[in-house]
């Protein structure tokens, strides 16, 4: 699972993908256009459009907190293909 489950301080906020643009004017938010792309391109394209967020790439059957991190993206991929897998959620800040 390289690639997959680093480790990352959240920053907590209350707000998740187009509410959350307020933090960032004239950054992207929200990337429904990269669901299904490859988890390692999305990451890539993602920390380029916003350098605020890192991407966290996570198997499907990983449970995560409910926190919402303002600077992190989750994308989640098929079990057993992190990180190259497709992204299967449509990645949005929080």
């Given at each position: 699972?390289?690639?997959?489950?680093?480790?990352?301080?959240?920053?907590?906020?209350?707000?998740?993908?187009?509410?959350?643009?307020?933090?960032?004017?004239?950054?992207?938010?929200?990337?429904?256009?990269?669901?299904?792309?490859?988890?390692?391109?999305?990451?890539?394209i993602?920390?380029h459009?916003?350098?605020?967020?890192?991407?966290?790439?996570?198997?499907?059957?990983?449970?995560?907190?409910?926190?919402?991190?303002?600077?992190?993206?989750?994308?989640?991929?098929?079990?057993?293909?992190?990180?190259?897998?497709?992204?299967?959620?449509?990645?949005?800040v929080?």
């Amino acid at each position: 699972m390289s690639g997959c489950l680093p480790r990352l301080v959240c920053e907590g906020c209350d707000c998740a993908g187009i509410s959350c643009q307020y933090r960032f004017p004239g950054l992207k938010v929200v990337w429904p256009e990269l669901e299904g792309v490859s988890g390692a391109e999305a990451k890539k394209i993602i920390e380029h459009d916003n350098p605020h967020v890192t991407v966290v790439i996570i198997p499907a059957n990983v449970a995560v907190p409910l926190v919402n991190c303002c600077n992190r993206v989750l994308l989640r991929v098929p079990i057993g293909k992190c990180p190259n897998g497709p992204v299967l959620n449509s990645p949005e800040v929080g």
